[in-house]
């Protein structure tokens, strides 16, 4: 008997739901929305329950599927779940689902901009869950690529003047424009995805087992020389997704003109793709370049951390806010997967869910301040909790998680990097890690007195709360906050079964 | 029978997070006054059964060897990396006796101070306040640093949202952030301590790192600077200088809010800490002696900034800061109990000055002493307020006279003579300005007599009376146990009569300068003038941190954003119009003219051909 293929339901379930909406619900709306609805459905429960059922005793990857694909060149569609991917596949469903509810109200193409969503979601889940490289990357390059034409159609544009030195470039490339935000995310992605590709090749070819596969690639160990090379090609290229310094000016502009349930996908859970890509592909293949290069991976996280918070700080546009404040937590998930400890690294991994939690509840917030008030300017805002206590509230716990207030999913994966940070071989990146919290504390309080608190602006009148589907997305995302920062052994119980084979193969006896 | 004592505090424990929890979840609880109110003190009401009946079923125990219980929180490869559960002992028991108790009077109180309030917003009061309940309960149980410093946050934010309670004033937001960032300064060092110390030792766990400093299992050298920054902690929660500058402003609150966190117990928590953590503080004299300079500085600092303010609340909000330099003296100079001793008593005659200044303020409906006054002829609304005062400037047999006496006697035998002096002169100010209150916002003439006979709901006089029975019932049992001889051993005999002679003095001078006539309170601020004029800005340091976050922060902040924009970004934009350009000029060649391709394929083909001889040579 052949067992039910779950991932590979999880994973094709959106891509079905697209080509269902492009062929079948051409002039209804609501059938766009319900087929999306269906499917990232039918993917969100199924993840809910491989997280549930997964065995954490036994640990190592799970519900396995094999089907060769090009054998004579060792590729194969081959798929499963450690306690690390599980965790991400659950993330995915969650933003995608609560991604559905928040975009509930795009108006116009709504049925090409669904189906490209949808196939974008496949691409993210085989990313995570592929375990065969060349496989991977065909996922990886689909969950790039339709971030062109929903950020290039259906984001929005902002203005940024020329200054300085380099002011005759931002004339020349149209700085500001959704089309320049579209092509530059794009183009860097792209442009970081030749040099995976490279190390891909490089670990194939030098291993000479034939196969892509994760599983053979993890069993040979490469000469050192050949493992620095590559894991610097994964680093740059996993490093751009995941906004390293100073390669991470795509995300703002990115994020701030992309639609709501783009910016939420991208910065909640594409970021991610990077993050998990040096800690599967680098760590897990190479172990010995990744102590090697550890002090660089935790540099330059660090330089994220500070970094993009003081920049989150000086921003006046909202969405640039949030997206700064990822640059800034995706330096805390590098800086806790440079560690290489166990704490670190499992710190790292959580901070990958808390922050895509937490910044996909952003990103739905901020869409639902701009849908009301039509702005998005910090400082003309101002007492918008008494017209919209629901939003106010849900900003505020997303805003406590992002500064790692205890009972939120943030503290836990903070404290956690924390810990790794001190037990390293750089324990000074403790202070950068601390004193970036501070800044957190900072910037998001003084964004929610502004905008929130104090007496109501005279710019807006007729704010009103969420409503109906979109409480649904506000409600399962502080949830999801809530409930794994007050419990969060759900989430570190299996993603420590797959971090410490990680480790073990590193510290060699 | 431990696991029975560990069953009654989650009992304790539990009980106001279910409040919270059913006031959050379910919205028409919420937006119901009086059902939400109900919910609440009836809550809490059963958590001081509970807490009382733990306390009393646990004294003939004498705590076994480890009064921890503990479960797994963050699970790792070799055994939970933290752990979360409850520590019944002596010290954890007293506060939460005093944390319930204090709960209960000022939520009933609320009920009638903000009887005004909008009805659908009490009930995120009683939500925020069963929160806070939790939160300060699972403070004052936690066996592990990592639980304490988890609810020690938890505290921090019930803070930031009572005190932005009134949301839409500026001042209120205002003064709710800034509790909030400077607190939170504290904090970084005190999750930087117990990180490094977690990493020296590999336990959070209280009784585990007790056992360790015991058999000398800690490394002595990093242990100073670690114990100072745990000690940062609390100095920001308890406003230790120079981190006192939030609490005067979180007065924005609502009084009741005050009275509870930002007087009886929430900013204890710092005192508590030092005190809980104290086996590990006595391994570090140096820090120990830091703290109690800094506490007696503190305690001398905000005592004058008291005695030149004239609204009610703030100079209670100094009092509380100085009082807190009083007990963090005591834990400095290696008499915590004395100051433990010092946090309960404060807690509640403290409470009950917060309460009273409520009435007056309900009263007058202003803060300014100088415009309350002609409440002389009833009785029932000085009397408890008075008790308090009294107490708080240390008259016998009122308990804060034998607590703060014990910590002068503490820091006396620890040979901190320059701290001891600070702290006797802080007495003498503290009847001065207290009773500088006392007379101007009860028995001042002719501003407040229009108003005689004022209604004052009979629930929020009743809590009054109940804290100053209380206060007195305590100091009169503390009164028995010093004449039956308790008195400990090492104090000069002097010094009961020298510290109840400072308050005698600080009364009599208040009394001849606000009730007498007999000195003129401008002149003598004339005299001191430099003093007077400093102590009304609070010696600049408010000014200081403005100057640092509007400059330093928000300055660099602005630089770094403008570095990302137009430099780091700028190159990229460098970049790609370069390649723009590039294509631009290339795109030139395109001619469209067939003759121009033959010519380019003629000399393609010419340099082939050249290439190919040389290389044939």
Redesign the interface.
């Known amino acids: 008997m052949i067992p039910f293929p779950v991932l590979s339901v999880i994973t094709w379930a959106p891509f079905v739901g697209a080509v269902l909406i492009m062929f079948l619900a051409r002039h209804s709306p609501l059938a766009v929305r319900l087929i999306a609805l269906l499917t990232t459905s039918i993917s969100t429960v199924l993840s809910v329950f491989i997280f549930v059922v997964y065995d954490r005793e036994a640990a190592g990857f799970q519900f396995y599927e094999k089907l060769p694909l090009v054998p004579p060149l060792g590729i194969s569609y081959e798929v499963a779940v450690d306690g690390m991917s599980l965790l991400m596949v659950l993330l995915t469903s969650v933003i995608i689902f609560a991604g559905v509810f928040a975009s509930w109200t795009v108006k116009s193409r709504s049925q090409e901009f669904y189906a490209l969503l949808l196939a974008l979601v496949t691409g993210v889940y085989g990313v995570f869950v592929s375990l065969d490289l060349f496989v991977f990357f065909l996922f990886y390059e689909l969950a790039v690529l339709p971030m062109y034409l929903l950020i290039g159609i259906w984001g929005s544009s902002g203005e ?1 003047r020329p ?8 004339r ?2 149209g ?1 500001g424009t959704k089309e320049y935000a579209a092509m ?1 995310l794009t183009l860097y992605l792209l442009f970081g995805s030749a040099f995976i590709l490279v190390g891909i090749f490089a670990l194939y070819v030098t291993a000479g087992t034939g196969s892509f596969s994760f599983l053979e690639l993890e069993a040979t160990t490469f000469d050192p020389r050949v493992q620095f090379w590559v894991f610097l090609a994964f680093y740059v290229g996993f490093g751009i997704l995941a906004g390293i ?2 390669l991470h ?1 795509w995300s703002p ?1 990115g994020h701030a003109s992309a639609p709501t349930a783009v910016s939420m996908l991208h910065a909640g859970v594409l970021m991610k793709l990077g993050a998990y890509g040096v800690v599967r592909l680098g760590m897990g293949l190479l172990p010995d370049a990744a102590v090697e290069l550890a002090w660089l991976v935790g540099g330059i996280a660090c330089i994220n951390v500070v ?1 993009g918070a ?2 989150a ?3 006046t546009d909202l969405k640039y806010v949030i997206a700064y404040s990822s640059v800034s937590h995706m330096g805390l998930v590098m800086l806790g997967a440079a560690t290489l400890t ?2 670190g690294l ?1 710190g790292s991994v959580f901070q990958m869910f808390a922050h895509g939690v937490m910044t996909g509840l952003f990103f739905a917030l901020v869409g639902l301040v701009y849908e009301k008030a039509h702005s998005r300017a910090i400082f003309t805002m101002g ?1 918008f ?2 017209a919209m206590p629901g939003i106010a509230t849900a900003f505020t716990v997303g805003g ?1 998680s992002s ?1 790692g ?3 939120t999913s943030g ?2 994966a903070e ?2 990097t ?2 790794g940070a ?2 390293s071989a750089h324990p000074w990146w ?2 950068p890690a ?2 970036g ?2 800044l957190t ?3 998001v ?2 964004v929610t ?1 502004q905008i ?5 602006s005279p710019h807006f009148d007729h704010l009103e709360d969420a409503r109906g589907p979109e409480w649904l997305a506000l409600v399962l995302l502080t949830g999801v906050i809530v409930v794994f920062g007050l419990v ?2 759900l989430a ?2 299996p993603v ?1 079964t797959a971090t ?1 084979p990680i480790l073990t193969r590193m510290v060699k006896p | 029978m431990r696991v029975g004592s560990a069953a009654v505090a989650l009992v304790v424990l539990g009980l106001p997070f279910a409040s919270f929890l059913l006031l959050a979840l379910v919205r028409p609880l919420r937006r119901s006054a009086v059902a939400a109110a109900t919910v609440s003190i009836t809550v809490m009401v059963a958590a001081v059964v509970a807490a009382f009946w733990l306390s009393w079923r646990a004294r003939p125990l004498e705590l076994l060897q480890s009064p921890s219980t503990t479960w797994s929180w963050i699970p790792a490869d070799g055994g939970p990396m933290a752990t979360v559960g409850v520590m019944v002992d002596g010290k954890s028991m007293a506060m939460c006796m005093l944390v319930t108790f204090v709960s209960l009077m000022v939520q009933l109180y609320s009920w009638a101070y903000l009887h005004d309030e909008p009805r659908r917003s009490l009930g995120r009061y009683y939500a925020y306040h069963s929160l806070f309940a939790f939160s300060m309960l699972g403070l004052v149980l936690a066996p592990t640093f990592l639980q304490m410093f988890v609810f020690w946050e938890l505290v921090g934010l019930c803070s930031y949202l009572l005190i932005g309670y009134w949301y839409d004033r500026p001042s209120a937001a205002r003064a709710a952030v800034k509790a909030f960032w400077i607190t939170k300064l504290g904090d970084l060092g005190f999750v930087a301590g117990i990180v490094m110390l977690w990493a020296a030792a590999g336990t959070f766990d209280f009784w585990e790192l007790f056992r360790l400093a015991h058999t000398n299992g800690l490394p002595p050298a990093g242990m100073p600077l670690i114990m100072f920054l745990i000690y940062l902690g609390a100095v920001g929660k308890s406003a230790q200088f120079p981190l006192h500058i939030w609490l005067p402003d979180a007065m924005e609150g609502p009084t009741p809010v005050s009275a509870l966190i930002h007087a009886a117990t929430m900013v204890t928590a710092g005192v508590f800490l030092v005190n809980r953590a104290f086996p590990l503080f006595m391994l570090v004299p140096d820090v120990l002696t830091l703290i109690a300079w800094v506490g007696a500085f503190t305690a001398l600092l905000a005592a004058t900034m008291a005695c030149v303010e004239n609204d009610i609340k703030r100079v209670l909000a100094y009092s509380t800061v100085s009082q807190l330099g009083y007990m963090m003296a005591a834990a400095g100079a290696s008499a915590p109990d004395a100051g433990f001793a010092h946090l309960l008593t404060h807690g509640v005659f403290k409470a009950l000055l917060f309460l009273g200044a409520g009435i007056v303020i309900h009263v007058f409906h202003t803060n300014d002493v100088f415009r309350m006054g002609g409440l002389g002829g009833q009785p029932w609304l000085w009397v408890p307020f008075v008790l308090a005062t009294l107490a708080l400037a240390g008259v016998p047999p009122l308990p804060g006279f034998f607590t703060k006496e014990a910590i002068l006697g503490g820091v006396f035998e620890a040979h901190l003579t320059i701290p001891f002096v600070m702290l006797a002169v802080t007495a003498f100010l503290t009847a001065f300005y207290m009773f500088r209150v006392v007379f101007l916002a009860f028995f001042a003439r002719g501003l407040g007599d229009s108003h005689a006979h004022h209604h004052v709901p009979p629930l929020m006089s009743g809590v009054c009376w109940t804290l100053a029975a209380l206060s007195v019932a305590t100091g009169v049992n503390l009164a028995r146990q010093m004449l039956a001889g308790a008195h400990h051993e090492g104090a000069p005999a002097w010094l009961p009569a020298f510290s109840l002679g400072l308050a005698g003095a600080g009364i009599v001078l208040a009394w001849a300068m606000y009730r007498r006539g007999a000195i003129d309170p401008a002149r003598v601020a004339t005299v001191l003038a430099p003093l007077d004029w400093a102590a009304r800005r609070g010696y600049g340091i408010d000014a200081v941190f403005a100057g640092l976050y509007r400059g330093a922060l928000l300055g660099f902040s602005r630089v770094v954003g403008w570095v990302d924009r137009y430099v780091v970004d700028g190159l990229l934009n460098v970049f790609s119009a370069w390649t723009l350009r590039a294509g631009d000029r290339l795109r030139r060649l395109q001619t469209g003219l067939p003759q121009d391709y033959v010519y380019g394929v003629a000399l393609g083909a010419l340099i082939l051909f050249v290439l190919a001889q040389w290389r044939m040579k």
């Open positions: 940024v200054r300085g030195i380099f002011g005759w470039a931002f020349e490339t700085v530059k310094w100073p000016t502009d970094y003081l920049s700080m000086a921003q166990e704490a499992n007492g909790g008494r406590l500064l207030l205890p009972a503290f836990v404290i956690l924390f810990m001190w037990r403790l202070v601390v004193a919290t501070f504390a900072v910037y309080l003084r007195k929130f608190w104090g007496p109501p969060p052994a570190i119980g420590d410490v």
